[in-house]
């Protein structure tokens, strides 16, 4: 006999478990546990193959090798302590200032390198008499936005993205008269706040010379109030990527926030834009190769700052400057629009992207 319409309705429900469970009880499928476990500095690697290989041909083999090998630091000289032992010092380890001889007007800062080729650590710095410690462990490159930039003493200067606080430890060796340093994450400002006890005495960390804030930097609202603006934006940070699983910006939970970040890179460039006086400087950083994390935010912000703010802003040239670091950075020949320091097996510091944009309006 042929079973009724209800029978066979019946018998398909149960034969098919999706139509057995009602929707609140159905196990919900999560993608992020389901895709086989891939580690984030696997799927960076597979994604810089892809896209770096057609942005810099042939010569990505040799960045994709220095990426992958030990990168080299600087030691930042605290200019707080008692700088000339701490040279004699760096100097005995047969490092060298990589700053002074080539850069005049940024001679308060001193950052010692080994030479090229030469694979050596810095020990850990050491505190002096009066508890600051000698010297910052730093990727010597990231002293290049903050050179870019020409920090004057009288200068009101914004760090927008400052955590952890290299950069503003450069700045503020350079003695500016304010440092607004700012970082949206709190902890990472509290990382900020320490770095700052170890290296700057505490006569200098009033709130008249120096203040910390944890605000998001797209909403910033002081305009046209600074001579200089870092905007050292978040990024894929290409190296870190590559090695380390923790926090990885390629992890597929985080997949969203990483496609986001050129949007988010465009806007707190715009707010830096905003924030500095008409005839002051901006530089905008990342330490990523990718041209859509550079070369494109810059032209984006540019855009829709003169569209929506009527802000002009023009891009100056940083080929000299960069020709006077040649000896110890490996600088990209072709960049369309700023300057990148590329990783090379000789000299391992980087990427580091630099724009240096000065308002006009
Ligand atoms: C590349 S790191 C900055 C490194 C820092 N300039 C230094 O030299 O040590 C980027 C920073 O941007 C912060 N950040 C992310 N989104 C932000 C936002 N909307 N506003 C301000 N800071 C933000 C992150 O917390 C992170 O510390």
Not at 57 to 68: E, I, Y
Not at 298 to 318: F, S
Request: net charge positive; hydrophobic share 40%; proline share 5%.
């Amino acid at each position: 006999m042929a079973a009724s319409m209800a029978e066979r309705i019946l018998v398909r429900r149960i034969r098919c478990p999706i139509f057995t469970a009602r929707r609140e009880h159905r196990p919900k499928k999560k993608w992020a546990s389901t895709l086989p476990a891939v580690s984030g500095p696997h799927l960076a690697l597979q994604y810089f193959d892809s896209n770096y290989s057609l942005q810099f041909g042939d010569v990505w083999g040799s960045m994709r090798l220095a990426l992958l090998s030990e990168q080299k630091y600087g030691a930042l000289v605290n200019a707080f302590s008692r700088t000339e032992a701490i040279m004699v010092n760096l100097s005995a380890l047969h490092s060298a200032d990589c700053l002074r001889k080539e850069w005049p007007p940024g001679a308060q800062l001193s950052c010692y390198t080994f030479p090229r080729g030469d694979l050596s650590r810095f020990p850990a710095p050491r505190a002096d008499a009066l508890g600051l410690l000698e010297y910052y462990l730093m990727d010597a490159a990231s002293l290049l936005p903050v050179l870019a930039l020409n920090v004057q003493p009288d200068h009101r200067v914004l760090d927008l993205c400052a955590a952890p606080g290299g950069k503003t430890l450069a700045m503020l060796m350079q003695n500016c008269r304010f440092l607004a340093a700012n970082d949206s994450s709190v902890s990472r400002t509290n990382r900020l706040r320490r770095v700052l006890q170890s290296y700057i005495p505490h006569y200098l960390r009033t709130e008249d010379r120096v203040r910390v804030s944890s605000w998001d930097g797209t909403d910033w609202a002081e305009h046209e109030s600074y001579d200089r603006v870092l905007v050292d934006v978040p990024c894929t940070t290409d190296r870190h990527s590559l090695m380390e699983e923790d926090n990885n910006i390629f992890s597929r939970v985080r997949m969203k926030e990483r496609q986001r970040l050129p949007a988010l890179q465009t806007s707190l460039l715009l707010a830096g834009l905003r924030a500095v006086t008409p005839g002051g400087d901006v530089v905008y950083s990342t330490c990523s190769l990718s041209q859509l994390q550079n070369e494109f935010v810059v032209e984006r912000a540019l855009e829709v700052a003169a569209t929506e703010y009527g802000i002009r802003a023009r891009i100056q040239e940083l080929r000299p400057f960069c020709e006077m670091f040649k000896d110890t950075f490996n600088f990209h020949v072709n960049c369309r629009i700023g300057e990148l320091v590329v990783p090379h097996l000789a000299a391992n510091f980087g990427p580091m992207y630099i724009c240096l944009l000065r308002r006009e309006r």
